[in-house]
C-alpha cells in the first residue's frame, strides 16, 4: 500500500506562489498517473492536475491552465504542484492521489490559504 504525505502548503497573497509535495513510502508510484486534487469546506472534492507515469502528458482543470505546472521526480518517490498567481478561489486543502480511480488512502492533505 501507498502511503501519502503532502506538504508545503501555507498562506499566500493573491498573485503569490506555493510548490506543494507529494511523498509517496510503502510503494514506488512511478508506474502510476498520479493526481493532486483540493477539497474547500463544504465542498466536494475535485480535481486540479494530473501527470502519467512516464512524465510525458500532464492534464489540468480549466480554472488552473497556465497557472500550476504539475511535475514529478520519480527518483524521490515524490510529487510537485507549482502553484502561481494564487486567487482566493485556490484556497483549499490539496490532496494527492492515483489518478483517475484514486485507489490509494487519502493523506492529511496540505492547506493553503490565499488571502491579503
Known amino acids: 500500500q501507498v502511503q501519502l504525505v503532502e506538504s508545503g502548503g501555507g498562506l499566500v497573497q493573491p498573485g503569490g506562489s506555493l510548490r506543494l509535495s507529494c511523498a509517496a513510502s510503502g510503494r514506488t508510484f512511478s508506474s502510476y498517473d498520479v493526481g493532486w486534487f483540493r477539497q474547500a469546506p463544504g465542498k466536494e472534492r475535485e480535481f486540479v492536475a494530473a501527470?502519467?507515469?512516464?512524465?510525458?502528458?500532464?492534464y489540468y482543470a480549466d480554472s488552473m491552465w497556465g497557472r500550476f505546472t504539475i511535475s514529478r521526480d520519480d527518483a524521490k518517490n515524490t510529487v510537485y504542484l507549482q502553484m502561481n498567481s494564487l486567487k482566493p478561489e485556490d484556497t483549499s486543502v490539496y490532496y494527492c492521489n492515483q489518478w483517475p480511480s484514486m485507489i490509494w488512502a487519502w493523506g492529511q492533505g496540505t492547506p493553503v490559504t490565499v488571502s491579503s
Open positions: 501527470i502519467t507515469w512516464s512524465g510525458e502528458n500532464t
